[in-house]
């Protein structure tokens, strides 16, 4: 019965939407400022020459090319317009069926789209977020469908298994084994997490991809519960994405309304809920045992595993904890099967992976990429590379858990082994280009600050230890250092690494031990040649 | 009989207790003075800093830079470097006005009172640091006898390993505070 | 049904333990010296003082000894060289992060953290003083929290929480701002839950807690009562 509805709800739209000789998609994201107004001066321009009938005008999430933003899609023809003013409006509409507007106009040739292969962000920028039809029609929920009718749990976990998704967190952790683990647990109920407390400065996927395909992600944690068996589930999102948050929420209500979230999800014996959990901003409520205690109502302050929350998690019951974008890659696994998504990527690294490109970079914005694509090619053909003459000193990866790549380095290629290698991480999917103009050790020292600020405060090393780092790299930073610096410098990273208690901690001296590595002389450079105790003041 | 070891001590910023535990090890200073010629110290009457001293004990935290070039005077002259007591290990006592600074610290004692005519004395007094430092925060140390004050027996113990060559480490009876 | 009894070797020596049991009571049960801050008795674990990490044969991680279950046939480092290196440096950054001064503290001489730094050797602070500009609440009737003295082990909350059942302390703030608060960060004597039982003054291993009128090396702290105390509660008397 519901699957019926739901056919009818993607035929009605299908014919709304058909109705239209021109759709008009701007970009309605975060990181695009004024598109309201934008939006506003198209709508009333084609009310004005009484085209409502023919052109249709809708707002879709990122498109991910920020740095050309605000971004104008026309259909058909796939027309794209860059820096979009309301001013544009009149000349935009007055184009349509025409010759495109010349000086606006983005070459859909440009590498930073052929060279991209999207997955993820297939629906990202094409369709309306707050739009469950609009989902539908692009193909969605069609996942669900065929799990929940042409699948056992047991399949999915195969299905997944078979597919080599590892965990788009940061460290990953196989999907498959994970959600196994869970699936044989024993305690009831089980939970279901999504993890969106994405916190690393200069990373912003998870927010995207929350803003741009909301239903994506919960078709895919529905999934992800009918495999598990869970009952419950939660979105921990951060409440410095309001966008997001207001998004989710609507998109929560809409699949409540019909029959995609709830009790027995589209006639099947599932029975699944959704809560949003706002995090107020704490660093450390990305580790997964401290974003549990967050959800409980406790202070985020992360535990030490094992237990692991697949076997004991929320409220001591089993959990599945994965990242936005892992559940956000589950729909096209399952509907793509597990050997087409096992293509992409490399063989230990498969499928495709979300990076946010910035700093000193022309295309800065949202990507994706299969795996094991070099970064010479994500910086110098998708991203353009460098403006106004600056030569590439360094890849930052991982963010303040990360380290750097060196552009001597740089033909790498993106897959979670061969970053760990070179003493970085794959990370969420931040990436930041770092030019010759600057210095290292002043990038090491803002990410120390960094993890000072948000250390949780529970365990000793990261406690104290990353202000005693900070402290350091500050005298570094003042030409003040000595060689003893650097030798604490070094011991000090060991110790709060191998000592640290969660992830936050260990992976605390990263970008350090990085920097350490492929630019040591520029720390040599700032210690005191002149050995005159005079001057070597503490 | 071997050539005796020059030793030397310094008093910075503390209060002399560990130079009273040192005259506490009593008639044992004369089984030490076998061995030892104590070339300077505020119990010996001679006022320049000798060229080499074999052992110089400083008690006491550098609190300024009066305190900073007489350290590195002494730790240039001398071949083995003591600090001698908490406040030459840790700051200790000195150290408690870290945590304001000293300008606050000389205004708190000497203008927020009852006084007639509150003033920060100036003349003649040298300036302070900020901080008051143990000797390891300028110039490298060889041996730290933490307590407050340690006891004649922990310095008599030291001293003696000391006048033996024993350089490394040397289990002493004493810590932070005692 | 009898709980089954699981053979490992600590720093060589073949040791049996109950399953369930840490390494840390198996090895103090053997008489092996494993150092703790934040561990107690009576009190949940909360593994976070990292003093009692040690070596698993098999695994490239620390492991702390206080939560770590032992298993059969499991080899475990005690005191290897790296361990004592790491628990030195631990100790330092805890005198290094506040504003400890054993010489005019009340506990000087029964304090855990001095007596640590005087068994496993430590002589001098490596690292700089953070010298932070702490309070020292006098509020209450019987008792003083010193800010400056506290490490942040947080056995008050913990006892206070699980113990008591009052739960007047918790921590405000993070990373090395991070600060015991009396309720909502109220003056403790404000405090409209603390029972005024104490327990979390006896439990404090160093000087941060104290009864009034207890000067210089006056303070003796009694937590031995706790496993009693924990038994009979879960006993329900």
Redesign the interface.
């Known amino acids: 019965m519901p699957r019926e509805k739901i056919d009818r709800i993607t035929a009605e739209h299908r014919w709304f939407l058909d109705q239209f000789n021109y759709h008009i998609l701007v970009c309605a994201g975060l990181g695009c400022p004024g598109n309201d107004d934008i939006l506003r001066a198209l709508g009333q321009t084609v009310r004005n020459r009484q085209l409502t009938d023919e052109v249709l005008i809708r707002k879709v999430g990122c498109m991910g090319l920020c740095s050309a933003g605000p971004l104008v899609l026309i259909r058909p023809g796939d027309l794209m317009y860059q820096k979009v003013q309301p001013e544009d409006a009149e000349e935009i509409i007055a184009s349509l069926g025409k010759k495109p507007v010349e000086r606006l106009l983005l070459s859909p040739d440009l590498a930073f789209f052929t060279r991209q292969h999207k997955n993820v962000l297939r629906l990202s920028g094409r369709i309306d977020p707050e739009s469950l039809p609009d989902y539908l029609v692009a193909g969605g929920y069609q996942a669900l469908l065929q799990a929940l009718f042409a699948m056992q749990p047991t399949d999915i976990l195969r299905c997944i298994q078979e597919s080599g998704l590892r965990g788009r967190g940061g460290a990953g952790y196989p999907t498959g084994l994970k959600w196994s683990t869970v699936a044989r647990a024993q305690g009831s109920p089980k939970y279901l997490i999504c993890n969106a407390d994405e916190g690393d400065p200069g990373a912003f996927m998870d927010r995207s991809l929350l803003e741009s395909t909301p239903y994506a992600i919960l078709e895919g944690m529905t999934v992800a519960a009918y495999a598990v068996g869970a009952s419950e589930g939660f979105i921990y999102v951060r409440a410095e994405y309001p966008l997001a948050v207001q998004r989710l929420k609507r998109a929560i209500r809409d699949a409540e309304q019909n029959n995609l979230l709830g009790h027995s999800i589209c006639g099947s014996n599932l029975n699944f809920r959704v809560q949003i959990r706002l995090g107020a901003g704490a660093f450390v409520c990305g580790e997964e045992t401290a974003l549990i205690r967050s959800i409980e109502g406790r202070r985020g302050l992360p535990r030490p595993r094992p237990p692991y929350p697949a076997e004991k998690g929320l409220r001591g019951r089993p959990t599945l904890i994965n990242n936005v974008e892992t559940y956000a890659n589950i729909p096209s696994v399952i509907t793509n099967g597990p050997e087409w998504w096992a293509r992409l990527g490399t063989d230990k690294s498969r499928g495709t992976k979300v990076f946010a490109l910035t700093g000193t970079i022309r295309n800065t914005g949202l990507i994706e990429v299969p795996m094991g694509m070099p970064l010479r090619e994500i910086v110098y053909d998708i991203g353009g590379g460098l403006p106004g003459g600056h030569a590439l000193k360094a890849v930052q990866t991982g963010g303040p858990s990360g380290g750097c790549i060196p552009a001597a380095l740089l033909d790498t290629p993106v897959t979670y082994e061969s970053l760990n290698e070179l003493g970085s991480i794959m990370g969420s999917g931040g990436m930041i280009v770092i030019d010759d103009s600057a210095s290292m050790v002043d990038i090491v020292t803002y990410f120390m600050a960094f993890c000072r600020d948000e250390s949780c405060g529970k365990c000793t090393p990261c406690r104290v230890g990353t202000a005693q780092i900070h402290n350091l790299l500050t005298k570094f930073q003042n030409r003040k250092a000595t060689m003893a610096d650097l030798e604490m410098l070094e011991w000090l990273c060991d110790l709060v690494r191998n000592t640290s208690l969660c992830g936050l901690g260990q992976s605390a001296p990263n970008p350090v031990l990085s920097a350490l590595r492929f630019f040591r002389q520029e720390f040599l450079d700032c210690i005191l040649t002149d050995q005159n105790h005079e001057e070597v003041r503490p | 009989m071997m050539e005796k070891l020059r030793l030397a001590t310094l008093w910075f910023d503390g209060c002399s207790g560990c130079h009273m535990s040192l005259l506490d090890t009593d008639e044992r200073l004369l089984e030490l003075t076998a061995f030892l010629d104590i070339v300077y110290s505020p119990l010996v009457d001679v006022k320049e800093f000798p060229d080499k001293v074999d052992i110089t004990c400083v008690e006491g935290a550098i609190s300024s830079p009066e305190d900073e070039r007489m350290l590195v005077r002494v730790r240039n002259s001398s071949r083995l470097l003591v600090a001698l007591g908490d406040c030459a290990v840790t700051g200790n006592i000195p150290a408690m006005r870290n945590i304001e600074g000293a300008p606050a610290m000389l205004r708190s004692i000497y203008t927020s009172g009852n006084g007639l005519q509150p003033q920060i004395p100036a003349l003649d007094l040298p300036a302070l640091n900020d901080k008051a430092l143990p000797l390891h925060r300028f110039v490298p140390v060889d041996l730290f006898i933490p307590g407050c004050p340690p006891g004649a027996d922990t310095l008599f113990t030291a001293l003696t390993a000391l006048i033996h060559g024993n350089t490394g480490h040397i289990a002493l009876p004493t810590c932070f505070g005692a | 049904m009898t709980t089954p009894i699981l053979t490992l070797t600590i720093d060589g020596k073949e040791v049996s333990g109950l399953a369930g049991e840490t390494i840390l009571q198996v090895a103090r049960e053997n008489g092996f010296f494993i150092p703790t801050l934040c561990w107690l008795d009576g009190l949940t674990s909360?593994?976070?003082?990292?003093?009692c990490?040690v070596e698993i044969k098999g695994s490239a991680?620390?492991h702390?000894a206080c939560?770590t279950l032992i298993q059969e046939g499991m080899a475990v480092t005690t005191s290897s060289e790296r361990l004592l290196r790491?628990r030195r440096?631990?100790i330092e950054?805890?005198?290094?992060?506040r504003?400890?001064?054993?010489?005019?503290?009340v506990v000087?001489?029964h304090c855990e953290l001095?007596?640590l730094?005087?068994q496993l050797?430590i002589?001098?602070?490596?690292?700089?003083?953070?010298?932070?500009?702490?309070p020292v609440d006098a509020s209450h009737p019987r008792f003083v929290i010193d800010h400056n003295r506290c490490?942040?082990c947080?056995r008050c909350v913990r006892v206070c929480g699980e113990i008591e059942g009052a739960h007047t302390w918790?921590?405000k703030?993070?990373?090395?701002?991070?600060q015991i608060v009396a309720d909502f960060d109220t003056p403790w004597g404000d405090s409209t839950t603390c029972t005024g039982c104490g327990k979390c003054v006896h439990v404090c291993p160093t000087g941060a807690l104290f009864e009034k009128g207890k000067s210089v090396a006056e303070m003796f702290k009694k937590p031995l009562g706790l496993p009693y105390l924990k038994a009979i509660r879960d006993l329900g008397v």
Do not use: K, W
Request: glycine residues 8%; hydrophobic residues 40%; charged residues 10%.
């Open positions: 909360a593994g976070s003082c990292r003093l990490m991680a620390l702390p939560i790491y440096a631990i950054l805890l005198f290094s992060e504003n400890h001064v054993c010489a005019v503290c000087n001489g001095q007596t730094a005087q050797g002589d001098h602070i490596s690292f700089p003083g953070l010298y932070p500009d702490l490490i942040l947080t918790d921590v703030n993070r990373g090395v701002r991070s």
